[in-house]
């Protein structure tokens, strides 16, 4: 009796180890992105770049403009950029797919360099990063977005 209470009592321990740990390893802005922002420029659907020659920046706006949800694989990609002057002056990620920790690591290396390829091409065709390609492939999508709305 005293050993079947003692493998319960150790089962139980392990199980509350198990279930209380974190997977998370840090919280950065990505996982704390606001998740029910409304977005102001429509939906693009995921997987579609937009046509050469299609995109450009804004001429002559200014203002912060939010892409539209982009439905990826693994969740939803939204961006929001800021324009000065009809130039993408600064970029950021308002949602991207944090369902668990890989899709945190992906994001937390990929998006950085998103949004320099932003500022750098001032349009939404941008080199895709490496091991993040559906929320590369979001991302270019909400940003045409964002780059629609901005242009009225």
Do not use: C, W
């Amino acid at each position: 009796m005293r050993k079947i209470a003692l493998v319960f009592a150790a089962t139980v321990s392990v199980l509350v180890l198990l279930f209380s740990y974190r997977t998370r390893t840090h919280s950065g802005a990505l996982a704390t992105a606001p998740q029910n922002r409304s977005p102001a420029g429509s939906a693009v659907p995921s997987g579609t770049n937009p046509p050469s020659g299609t995109s450009s920046t804004p001429t002559g706006t200014s203002g912060t403009y939010d892409g539209g949800g982009a439905d990826t694989r693994y969740g939803p990609v939204q961006v929001e950029i800021t324009s000065t002057a009809g130039r993408i002056t600064a970029a950021r990620t308002l949602q991207t797919p944090s369902e668990n920790g890989r899709d945190i690591e992906f994001n937390d290396a990929a998006v950085p360099t998103l949004i320099q390829e932003t500022l750098q091409a001032q349009s939404a065709p941008i080199d895709t990063a490496s091991g993040a390609t559906y929320t590369a492939e979001g991302y270019a999508a909400s940003l045409q977005s964002a780059i629609d709305a901005a242009h009225g």
